[in-house]
């Protein structure tokens, strides 16, 4: 009897669309991968109530959910709302005491409602936002990669993630971090799967890292931290 496939749904970061994993490839005989999309956020609504509706967009029974960055969020968030094999984080936090110190300050000085998001449409700045990286070459990756330039969907996301009041992450939970990560400091980051050399764009940049890793990740049984 031919065992039935694992089906893997994965998450991009802040303002990303799902071709940042374009290349992750997976065992097609073993696993069958979805990529989910961000929408914009209805007026008022709550990271849970964000999460509720992305879990309608889930057909498989106990999937894998894999989350890069702020998508790493969210996935924790779907996670408490319906039945899954294992959890992926990438690039992201499992608790309010992994945000950086800049966070934290935002979140008692509402300093993060004075960024200038309505320049969503600069893609410079919002690289900077979404991945942590200023950039000067290969814009138009980055034009292909942050597709959604909503000055509200930014504004939500931010504050959102500044807000985040987790403090117990799933102890199976597993977490892969580079450690030249720009937006989510590496000393800030306990119990995780190190990646030397990795960055916030790991995901693009050391996807073999990925490619040869993930099947084994996720095939074990409870954590690998």
């Known amino acids: 009897m031919t065992p ?17 994993f374009k290349n992750i490839h997976l065992d097609e005989s073993r696993f ?9 956020p209805k007026r008022g609504m709550t990271l849970v109530e964000y999460a509720e ?24 968030e779907m996670a408490r709302l319906i039945p899954v094999k294992k959890v992926i ?44 990286e200023t950039v000067t070459k290969r814009l138009e990756l980055y034009e292909e990669y942050l597709s959604l330039r909503d000055k509200y969907y930014i504004d939500w996301s931010i504050d959102q993630m500044v807000h985040w009041g987790q403090r117990e992450h799933d102890p199976e939970l597993v977490h892969i971090h580079g450690d030249k990560d720009a937006v989510f400091p590496i000393q800030h980051i306990k119990n995780c799967t190190l990646v030397e050399g990795g960055t916030h764009i790991m995901i693009l940049n050391r996807f073999k890292w990925f490619n040869k890793r993930l099947p084994t990740i996720i095939l074990e049984e409870g954590s690998s931290i």
């Open 32 to 40: 069958e991968i979805h990529k989910l999309e961000w929408f914009v």
């Open 89 to 132: 984080i990438i690039s992201s936090v499992k608790s309010r005491y992994e945000l950086p110190k800049r966070l934290i300050f935002a979140k008692y000085t509402k300093v993060h409602k004075l960024l200038p998001t309505g320049l969503v449409n600069n893609v410079e700045l919002l690289a900077k936002y979404a991945f942590g």
């Open 4 to 20: 039935s496939k694992i089906h893997v749904y994965l998450m991009p970061g802040m303002a990303a669309n799902s071709t940042i």
């Open 53 to 76: 509706a992305m879990c309608n967009l889930i057909t498989s029974k106990e999937p894998v959910l894999i989350g890069v960055s702020f998508g790493g969020i969210l996935v924790q």
